[in-house]
């Protein structure tokens, strides 16, 4: 087998569907390595594939085993699934306990992905957020905090290991087939929850589109934080209707209303902590990335409503 | 499809949308702006503006000329009445001359988004929050802005202080001067008499959050209204202190002080 020459990547968080998007476009030109925390997936007899808890000991033997070039690290649990706690251990200790192997032997490449929720929703964010603006998300909701902690974490091991080479991705809404995020599951649905009054400006990326600007940016060592968006926007309730939502208005002030609703509705996909977002834009500026390494969506807003309209499931 | 739809089909008559058409924005594949920017609901909005603009409030805009055909343009006007009108009025005077229309935006206060269903409205018909990073990127985007530099100074000021101008903050020079944009000035004549107010409610304010509550009667007099476009004004992006830009500032200002004295002494009457 020529898999023994071929530069070996680690990929985390397996499971989900855009680590599979990310490793069939890798698997032909590279030895891929997959473990996720949740489950053991099959991959195909190429692909070795591992359920491991990165912060046991055993972990660190599949750095003995392979010889890693580089690390795609996906496996960022969502704030929809399973608790605080839980969250803060996988995500921001899990990830330095990554990162400290990932020096340890001499990695490459590192591309850890984050997401649009840490620049946090407020009336007063300005559109086109860039890469440099403050973090607000913390001040929001304390649900919200270990994506914030893993960035920053991130960020100093960016600077403190240089040869790490880390790029951080943080994407608008990831979209479409397999997604199950909480924007997915909502545009999914067959009614939705909006705030009566708001329609906030949302950016949405297909899975496709996000799993190419992945296998982009690892391709491309340039270093640093980078928003993933197309130059498209839609407002919230727009796109509901565009993907065939029913929209069910909630009373939407005082605050406290509606959150205190979406508690004792309970469902995942509109959680209380989320709220501002279907309030208030959070519109980020994508043109750094797409000018630095070249990056050009190429499915349409449409394309992805239209997928949505067409695979409705029952709630 | 939409209620948006309906109502556009219903309100919005065909040279109109052809008016809006003619002008070009640079849009999302939905007819969305990174603002909130959306051209059916401005086509809904600019219709019923242009009611208001001509049959209630009568405007006679002078020099609209003046507003260059592109590249960033800043409209720097003199605030009053305690409603934006002024700014409505601006937008549709420039929205709709004959030649080379632009639809401009309107930069509003940090409190409206926050309003359900006011908040929405205003950012689809071209209005954005107040905010010096929006306006950089519009700037960058080659829009014309319409800013009042009095803020609420100007828009919560007394029916005794008509026509005096408020102290102007630095921020549009700052940004004119980074992003090379022709500052127009602007002198709104006739606003002042839509709201007049007598004073200012402080502690209700206070209460409700609002900058200010005028104690005025609840009516909009239909003043005749007078805008007055100065010539195109430019300034260089030199590295200059604070009280420099002040100086540029003062500048602007005695223009429009100058435009509101020319409207004035032009109108006959009130009405």
Same mark, same amino acid.
């Given at each position: ?32 390595? !997959? ?55 996988? /995500? ?34 300005? !559109?086109?957020?860039?890469?440099? !603006? ?20 991130? /960020? ?160 | 499809? +939409? ?27 939905? &007819? ?12 809904? @909005? ?24 592109? &590249? ?23 929205? +709709? ?7 401009? %935006? ?47 100074? #100007? ?13 102007? &903050?630095? #921020? ?17 004549? #006739? ?22 509550? =005028? ?14 476009? @100065?010539? =195109? ?7 200059? =202190? ?5 100086? %540029? ?13 020319? #409207?004035?002494?032009?109108?006959? %009457?009130?009405?």
């Amino acid at each position: 087998m020529t898999n023994e020459r071929k530069p070996q990547i680690l990929v985390t968080g397996a499971a989900g569907a855009l680590a599979q998007q990310v490793i069939n476009r890798l698997r032909d030109n590279y030895q891929l390595v !997959a473990v996720d925390f949740r489950e053991q997936v099959y991959l195909g007899d190429d692909i070795p594939s591992y359920c491991i808890d990165f912060n046991k000991r055993v972990f660190e033997d599949l750095f003995r085993r392979f010889q890693f070039e580089g690390i795609i690290h996906l496996g960022r649990i969502m704030s929809s699934q399973e608790t605080r706690m839980r969250r803060y251990n996988a /995500n921001v200790l899990g990830s330095q306990k990554l990162l400290n192997l990932a020096h340890k032997y001499g990695i490459r490449r590192v591309i850890v992905l984050s997401t649009y929720h840490v620049y946090g929703a407020s009336a007063y964010n300005p !559109a086109l957020i860039d890469e440099q !603006a403050p973090l607000k998300g913390v001040g929001l909701s304390m649900d919200l905090v270990d994506s914030i902690e893993l960035e920053n974490l991130a /960020n100093i091991y960016l600077w403190r290991y240089p040869d790490l080479n880390i790029t951080v991705l943080r994407p608008c809404n990831i979209v479409g087939p397999g997604v199950r995020n909480s924007i997915s599951t909502l545009l999914a649905s067959r009614r939705a929850p909006v705030l009566a009054g708001f329609s906030p400006m949302m950016q949405f990326i297909h899975i496709d589109d996000m799993a190419d600007a992945i296998v982009l940016a690892y391709r491309n060592t340039v270093r640093g934080v980078f928003n993933v968006a197309p130059d498209d926007w839609i407002a919230y309730q727009h796109a509901l209707q565009l993907s065939g939502c029913t929209r069910v208005p909630i009373p939407s002030i005082p605050p406290v209303l509606p959150r205190t609703i979406a508690r004792l509705l309970k469902m995942k996909s509109f959680p209380s902590y989320l709220m501002s977002f279907f309030k208030y834009p959070v519109v980020i500026d994508g043109r750094t990335f797409r000018d630095t390494f070249g990056f050009k969506p190429k499915r349409p807003l449409k394309e992805i409503f239209r997928y949505y309209r067409e695979n409705k499931h029952p709630v | 499809m +939409s209620l948006r739809s309906f109502i556009k089909e219903k309100v919005v008559p065909q040279s109109l949308e052809d008016q809006i058409n003619r002008i070009r924005k640079p849009l999302g594949s939905l &007819g969305y702006d990174p603002w909130g920017y959306n051209n059916d609901s401005l086509k809904i @909005g600019f219709s019923l503006a242009r009611q208001i603009y001509e049959k209630y409030f009568r405007v006679v805009a002078d020099g609209v000329e003046n507003v260059p055909d592109e &590249g960033p343009v800043l409209l720097i006007a003199n605030h009053s009445g305690q409603l934006p009108i002024d700014g409505l009025l601006i937008g549709v005077a420039v929205a +709709s001359r004959p030649k080379n229309p632009r639809l401009p %935006r309107a930069m509003i206060e940090r409190f409206f988004p926050t309003v359900p269903y006011l908040g929405n409205m205003l950012n689809q018909i071209g209005a954005v929050l107040g905010d010096p990073v929006n306006c950089a990127k519009m700037l960058a985007n080659n829009e014309a802005i319409i800013v009042f530099p009095e803020g609420i100074r #100007g828009s919560g000021k007394l029916y005794s202080d008509r026509y005096q101008l408020k102290r102007f &903050g630095n #921020g549009f020079m700052r940004l004119a001067m980074q992003y090379n944009a022709t500052i127009v000035p602007v002198g709104v004549v #006739g606003c002042e008499e839509t709201i007049p107010a007598v004073a200012n409610i402080r502690p209700l304010a206070k209460a409700l959050g609002l900058p200010y509550v =005028p104690l005025a009667v609840p009516f909009v007099f239909p003043a005749k209204v007078y805008l007055k476009f @100065g010539k =195109p004004m430019h300034f260089d992006n030199a590295d200059i =202190p604070e009280e420099k830009v002040t100086e %540029r500032v003062e500048v602007v200002k005695a223009e429009i002080n100058e435009l509101i004295n020319q #409207g004035l002494s032009e109108r006959k %009457r009130l009405f």
